[in-house]
């Protein structure tokens, strides 16, 4: 019993940061404008600082980076929305180049970080401009990246067994994996069902969207290895950095994106 019980001993704390982030998240779109684009811009910038900390860069030259990585993210972010997202990619690119220099595997990591986390902010907004039904596709990406990680963490700690990807994250199960898909699954149907797209496409675009969820989860369990690292940071009780929280939605926003711009 005690067993069981042990491995919800985190989850008041989970819940109950969640629903802060939520509310403000739903204020700042519903708000729209300008509060979702500082929204949107400030996010960017905090993960893109939790990114830098894990590099562990502290001289001079470190803060500059850091500078000139969320100067790049903002005003990328900035002109996406009021130019389109041509001019915000190569924002993000002038910042990838000014971030040059002769430690060439250093450079790497601070240009790949800038890029992903950019250009995955930058596509969310581009979600939220969408003219037809953006406010709702936002909501959708988010509630089926969360419907995927509340049933990877039920069903992983409920059923366990054998586990997904060891060297990378340990913890992640295929249990945990198939019932994050589950939820997904069912939401992607009742989204079909009261919402503007199809069932079925509704229903395979909830299925990809989970499955970019996990990949982005796996990306950050592999940078934090490679970092050796537990969190991203300690900003937020329960979940640890913005980043272990927005992981799943980076990558699914990217991927949403992508399928929106073909559609």
Do not use: C
């Not at 803060?63 to 009021?82: N, P």
């Not at 220099?101 to 990591?109: A, G, P, T």
């Not at 990809?208 to 537990?230: N, T, Y």
């Amino acid at each position: 019993m005690n067993g069981k019980a042990n491995k919800f001993l985190d989850l008041g704390t989970r819940v109950l940061s969640a629903i802060v982030m939520i509310v403000i998240s739903v204020v700042a779109f519903w708000l729209g404008g300008y509060w979702a684009v500082g929204f949107i811009g400030l996010g960017a910038v905090v993960l893109l600082w939790e990114f830098h900390k894990m590099l562990r860069q502290k001289e001079v030259r470190g803060k500059i980076d850091l500078a000139i990585m969320g100067g790049s993210a903002v005003v990328s972010i900035y002109l996406t929305f009021s130019y389109g997202w041509i001019f915000g990619a190569a924002a993000l690119i002038v910042g990838a180049a000014a971030l040059y220099k002769s430690d060439h595997e250093n450079w790497v990591w601070l240009s790949s970080g800038l890029l992903y986390i950019g250009a995955s902010m930058t596509a969310m907004l581009m979600i939220f401009l969408s003219p037809e039904h953006g406010l709702f596709d936002v909501f959708w990406v988010v509630l089926i990246v969360a419907l995927t990680d509340i049933g990877g963490y039920f069903a992983g700690r409920i059923i366990g067994g054998p586990k997904l990807w060891p060297a990378i994250s340990p913890k992640k199960t295929w249990a945990g994996t198939l019932g994050g898909w589950f939820l997904a699954i069912i939401a992607g149907v009742l989204l079909g069902w009261f919402g503007p797209e199809p069932v079925m496409r509704s229903l395979v675009i909830s299925f990809v969207i989970a499955i970019a969820s996990q990949l982005g989860d796996l990306l950050e369990s592999w940078l934090k290895r490679q970092k050796d690292v537990k969190d991203s940071s300690d900003i937020i009780p329960g979940h640890g950095g913005l980043m272990d929280r927005l992981d799943g939605v980076m990558a699914a926003a990217l991927v949403f994106a992508f399928i929106q711009g073909l559609s």
